[in-house]
């Protein structure tokens, strides 16, 4: 069974470029997350699909950042303009199951 | 709101026990789970113990519940050089997981 992929793996860009990241969760699940983990943090939630619909978006800073999951599989996540603090690794997760999460092995961004 | 802490670093020695610890706050979790990252990898889903449960054994893991002090603990035993890695406690939230800190256990060859 394939896993979850993401891509880019790593991306540099300056602050207030804008960047983009790409994750194919695993097939049949419904539910994808995508999730930041800081440097020496635990992951935190962004965004939380349903298919298609959003579950929770609560901290999702959405004057920057953007998500779409089209078709209810496939799923972006932009971020324009980047600050220097969104430097983090980006992980994006699919579950067939609450809480048995299947996770990417993210993409890294550096923000300079 | 949920907060989850654990201690930031383990070092023990090959074929010794690791215990890493964790306290919660969301006395409503219906399940609490164990990940484990890699270098350079996501997390992978090691173990969960129900609510309801205080104890779950699953070969050299053993999951510790005391739902009375809101404290989770995961038991590795015969610590192997590959169990090196940052170990998440996560509990249940209102929709999705919500994940501490991390806490880094090295072994000792």
């Known amino acids: 069974e394939a896993g979850v992929a993401q891509s880019p793996r790593y991306k540099i860009i300056e602050k207030r470029q804008s960047v983009a990241f790409w994750c194919n969760p695993i097939s049949g699940h419904a539910t994808l997350y995508w999730y930041q983990q800081i440097l020496g943090q635990g992951p935190k939630l962004l965004i939380q699909?349903?298919?298609?619909?959003?579950?929770?978006d609560s901290q999702l800073p959405k004057d920057r950042f953007s998500a779409e999951r089209l078709k209810g599989v496939d799923s972006t996540l932009k971020i324009q303009p980047a600050k220097l603090e969104d430097s983090a690794v980006y992980l994006c997760a699919s579950s067939l199951v609450p809480g048995e999460l299947f996770f990417g092995e993210g993409s890294r961004l550096t923000v300079l | 709101g949920e907060d989850v802490e654990q201690s930031l670093f383990l070092s023990v020695r090959e074929g010794d026990s690791s215990v890493i610890n964790c306290t919660y706050t969301?006395?409503?979790?219906?399940?609490l789970y164990w990940y484990k990252q890699e270098p350079g990898a996501g997390l992978q889903l090691l173990t969960y113990i129900f609510s309801n449960m205080d104890m779950k054994q699953d070969q050299r893991l053993t999951v510790l519940l005391n739902k009375k002090d809101k404290h989770l603990s995961l038991r590795i035993a015969d610590t192997q050089t590959g169990d090196s890695a940052i170990y998440f406690c996560a509990e249940t939230g209102a929709n999705n997981l919500f994940f501490g800190t991390g806490t880094r256990l090295t072994v000792i060859p």
């Open positions: 969301d006395s409503s979790s219906t399940y």
């Open positions: 699909f349903q298919n298609n619909g959003v579950v929770d």
